[in-house]
């Protein structure tokens, strides 16, 4: 069994030019580190993180690192690299795919929305990816956590959710 934290990244500038390099706000980096002591709550449960897997964006990776930084710095492994496929604009039968090739048994990934609200409600209730049908919409630093054997749809165990 795997348990995985779906989390959106911290609140971000509004507007940097390009919006892949929109770095997090004061108050954005206040809430991932939040995020980040209570996801080590959790984790604590079933032995910690392993890993957190992000987007190449400047705003998850920002939010990633302050949470690597909450829960144990190097004790968790950072990366490997910023992936592709944690960007907002994946499917959930992608992300679902990359989720089960990874062979960490407890790991955080960091994303955008609508892509974090579309894969949790995806995995445990089955439901489609339109907003109507969305269950949790994720607010700045929002996070999810689910256990499943399998990353398929509606297949996944909710286990909390947490917003900031």
């Known amino acids: ?6 989390m ?22 206040l809430q991932s580190r939040q995020a980040g002591k209570l996801l080590a709550q959790h ?32 004790a968790v492994l ?13 499917s959930v039968a992608s992300v679902s795919q990359w989720l089960s090739t990874q062979t960490w048994d407890r790991f955080i990934i960091v994303s955008h929305e609508p892509l974090v609200g579309d894969l949790l409600s995806w995995l445990v209730s089955g439901l489609g990816t339109s ?4 269950e949790h919409h994720f607010q700045p630093s929002t996070f999810a956590m689910i256990k499943a054997d399998i990353f398929a749809q509606g297949c996944a165990d909710f286990i909390t959710i947490s917003h900031h």
């Open 8 to 29: 959106r990244h911290g609140e971000a500038e509004s507007f940097a030019g390009n919006d892949a390099r929109r770095e997090l706000t004061d108050r954005g980096r």
């Open 43 to 74: 984790f604590d449960a079933y032995g910690g993180v392993e890993a957190i897997a992000h987007s190449p964006f400047s705003r998850t990776t920002q939010t990633a690192e302050l949470v690597a930084e909450e829960i144990g710095g190097a």
């Open 131 to 134: 907003v109507r049908q969305r």
């Open 78 to 90: 950072f990366g490997p690299e910023p992936n592709d496929a944690l960007l907002g604009d994946q």
């Open 1 to 6: 069994m795997k348990v995985v934290a779906i």
